[in-house]
């Protein structure tokens, strides 16, 4: 018995020392800004796109919410804009760790 009580400690203290991957909010921020993002969009306020925290909010626990936002930062679509349709610009970036950055930065919100 004391042996598993051992163990079970040992498993516990290695698995909280194991380095979390943490959202890089400087990084997001500045390629959202680069990417022009906030021509439409905000943190906190609805523009004629949704604000990120209340996208966070809509996929809140939902399992799908990274492959859809990430498809929908990286794959050009359309829009409808007060009623009119528009192009949706992608993320200005080739590396996958950015796009994932910015994605969990979002959903964090």
């Known amino acids: 018995m004391k042996r598993l009580f051992v163990s079970a400690i040992a498993l516990a203290a290695s698995a909280t020392s194991l380095p979390a991957a943490a959202v890089d909010a400087a990084a997001a921020d500045a390629l959202v800004r680069k990417s022009k993002c906030l021509t439409c ?3 906190e306020k609805k523009k004629d796109g949704p604000a990120f925290k209340e996208t966070a909010a809509k996929y809140k626990g939902k399992p799908e919410a990274m492959e859809k936002l990430t498809k929908h930062v990286t794959v050009p679509s359309k829009v409808k804009v007060e009623g ?4 949706h610009e992608t993320l200005k970036t080739e590396d996958p760790a950015a796009v994932k950055n910015v994605v969990e930065w979002i959903l964090s919100l």
């Open 41 to 43: 969009h905000a943190v």
């Open 84 to 87: 009119k349709e528009e192009d």
